[in-house]
């Protein structure tokens, strides 16, 4: 089982970078996949970023060429660069775990980060 806490939220200007960081405790962190999501008010929760156990990341097209998926599994930690943002990427922003690779609905989430770009 694994707890996940967020961190590094807040309010920038569109064109602005922010590094997003999710700690986990818990047992076995290199062996999940871990991932981080968003919700924006009025809108479905979406996957920004995924990154596997394996280390292999994922992105889609939103996000694509502005966002950046690592992990350091000697801290129990993965982050989120985000570059070049603009007032669409406003938003909770969630980290999530589930093993091997994050899914739609993963087991394991933080308790959110917000982010807000303003224009």
């Known amino acids: 089982q694994l707890q996940l806490v967020e961190s590094g939220g807040g309010l920038v200007q569109a064109g602005d970078s922010l590094r997003l960081t999710c700690t986990a405790s818990g047992r076995a962190f290199a062996d999940y996949g871990l991932g981080w999501f968003r919700q924006a008010p009025g809108k479905e929760r979406e996957l920004v970023a995924r990154?596997?156990?394996?280390?292999?990341?994922y992105y889609p097209a939103v996000t694509q060429g502005r966002f950046t998926i690592s992990r350091d599994n000697a801290k129990n930690a993965f982050y989120l660069q985000m570059n070049n943002l603009n007032p669409e990427d406003t938003a909770v922003y969630y980290c999530a775990a589930e093993q091997l690779v994050v899914t739609a609905s993963p087991d394991y989430w933080g308790q959110g980060t917000q982010v807000t770009v303003s224009a």
């Open positions: 990154i596997n156990r394996g280390g292999t990341p």
